[in-house]
């Protein structure tokens, strides 16, 4: 198969990370006999520093001629600190998602057998956890409409969401919910916002089309504490955009370190695939940085195009990497000296001669 | 001391809870020759079957009488299941708050010694664990403006704060923290959202004003996961209304239950006592009930005039019960026949005979 890949690293840990992953691409091309190529392009912090935009025009085009896309991270402590600052790193990533209408983003939620004594969480507790969360991902407050008074004084967003938005990706969610347990968790807060209760209603309606899903509701501030009580109650979840992004990130203390979380963020015509764990500044250039979650990342990005096998083996390597303790100090105990760049060296040795 | 305290059972597993609240604030008044008394009023579902009116003008009109409020739970499962139903329990609830004026929700989280094996969490995780959450309870989404386009297919809600709101809770958070240990997480979404910047502006102003209290910022979404992972780096978190819901509900995996967790929600001119579980449906007039939520916002109620003696006291019982796992099934390995009314027994008993 050919496939043009555009690649972001983006900013922070986002560059070291997303190169072990080209590097296991090219292992995978390279055993399978595929044609990847790769298309680097600014976006982020990096990219204000060298255009003033966090998404420069070149930028759009690359990704929009991709097949697909590997991002990495963005983001700048300079600019959390700050909060006057007009140009934001993450402006660079949010309209991205909203250019390619990236509408839904798949994250996987796995407790790894080798890494169960890693969690916070007792080993009884998230044994066999195996969650997917589709999160809404180009709408809700963090896209709607924002406004400062004059003085400063008053601040405002909107979260607005419309049954179209709700409803392509409500049926991916039963779709998956389908290919699974059979058991769809629309996570939301209708007892108190508008915005949740069309939710409710849109996911309700369309539940008929999707007999065999057993359809629950549960409340976001109650799944928060779910989640880590009993995370095996789920199987897929379904939200909304904010309320995604706390879960996902909370759901990280499940997998043992959120180094290890994956995503992929679709739309009708493009994919992009990424790491949870953002830019992680404090972490950057000291090969600290955990690769995994860029490789199985990667790894989706092989799923989103059937290349199952390809994936697979990635998969199994990760495995075998985790086994053998072959990891970032986020994972490691035993070894002290196992940096990025090694794990990624160990990944791309496994891809080219599996035992 | 003479206390006009409202008492507002409410739906669901409240008036059970509430209950023992009110007997053991009989006790202490016996005890320490305070005069107690209290004055029930409707709220929620109980008081739309009633009178249709989540929050009747009775209701409100004896709470601002009162000094103090003591507040159960609202909601039903019914109108959980209806996204069309007009009348919602949760309104009278946010009236009530709104009325009121009571801006601050406080929240302790404290790791019981005799719970810690209790928790989902591994216990060294948690022993020690104190944090102190303010919540900003008046404002934010679940009051901003709601909007349903005619044909129901678009839904808004508006998340606005003004710098008012801000700053006089952002005084009482330093100022909790300064007696504690003078660190301030203000925990926001400065990256995305213009109403968490301007958070961040006020609380960055402030912070002057308070030289002895370290203050540092936290993305919501990263503060789901930090909350899990390393519970005991947090004192003091102030956030706005919907994170607070959401931290402090997760916050209750530490606890153990979160039919532990008590709360106070401070204005000006009053003052309310209650626990966060909620109406909690399902377990009502089954006995199973913790009690110890209310029993401990009782205690809160009690903080509230100064009488730390009484307060100090009632928490010395629930210590004790705690000990001799005289608890409710959610906590209770030991013993599977301890009812709610016998933990609030228990805890009376103590308080009239303290070893
Ligand atoms: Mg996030
Ligand atoms: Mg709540």
Redesign the pocket.
């Known amino acids: 198969m050919k496939l043009n890949i555009a690649v972001l690293p983006g900013d922070g840990i986002g560059p070291e990370v997303i190169a072990q992953a080209v590097k296991v691409l090219k292992a995978i091309a390279m055993e399978f006999n595929h044609v990847f190529t790769f298309h680097n392009a600014l976006v982020g912090a990096c990219a204000i520093d060298k255009s003033g935009d966090p998404l420069p025009e070149e930028t759009i085009s690359i990704c929009k001629k991709a097949d697909a896309i590997l991002f990495g991270a963005i983001g700048k402590t300079s600019y959390d600190l700050d909060p006057y600052a007009k140009v934001r790193p993450e402006q660079g990533l949010l309209k991205l998602r909203k250019t390619l209408d990236l509408y839904a983003n798949i994250r996987p939620v796995i407790a790894y057998e080798d890494l169960l004594t890693k969690s916070s969480l007792k080993k009884t507790q998230i044994k066999d956890t195996d969650i997917l969360i589709y999160r809404e991902l180009t709408s809700g407050i963090y896209f709607g409409e924002k406004t400062l008074s004059e003085d400063g004084n008053i601040a405002s967003d909107i979260c607005e969401y419309t049954r179209d938005e709700v409803e392509r990706i409500a049926h991916l969610a039963f779709k998956a919910a389908q290919s699974r347990k059979r058991k769809l968790t629309l996570v939301d807060k209708a007892n108190v916002l508008e915005s949740s209760r069309l939710w409710r209603r849109v996911v309700q309606e369309l539940a008929p089309q999707y007999p065999d899903v057993k359809l629950r509701y549960m409340y976001i501030d109650n799944a928060a504490m779910e989640l880590i009580i009993n995370p095996k109650q789920f199987d897929v979840i379904l939200t909304e955009n904010m309320f995604g992004?706390i879960l996902s990130?909370e759901a990280s203390v499940i997998v043992g370190s959120i180094g290890l979380l994956a995503s992929a963020s679709i739309g009708k015509d493009h994919a992009m695939f990424e790491p949870?764990h953002?830019a992680y500044t404090k972490a950057a250039n000291k090969g600290i940085a955990n690769p995994i979650a860029s490789i199985l990342s990667a790894a989706m990005l092989l799923d989103h195009f059937g290349l199952d096998d390809e994936a697979a083996l990635i998969r199994e390597a990760v495995d075998k990497s985790l086994k053998l303790h072959i990891t970032t100090p986020d994972l490691n105990t035993k070894y002290d000296n196992i940096t990025t760049t090694k794990v990624g060296d160990f990944i791309e040795d496994f891809i080219n001669n599996p035992d």
Chains 1, 2 share one sequence.
């Open positions: 992004d990130e949870i953002g």
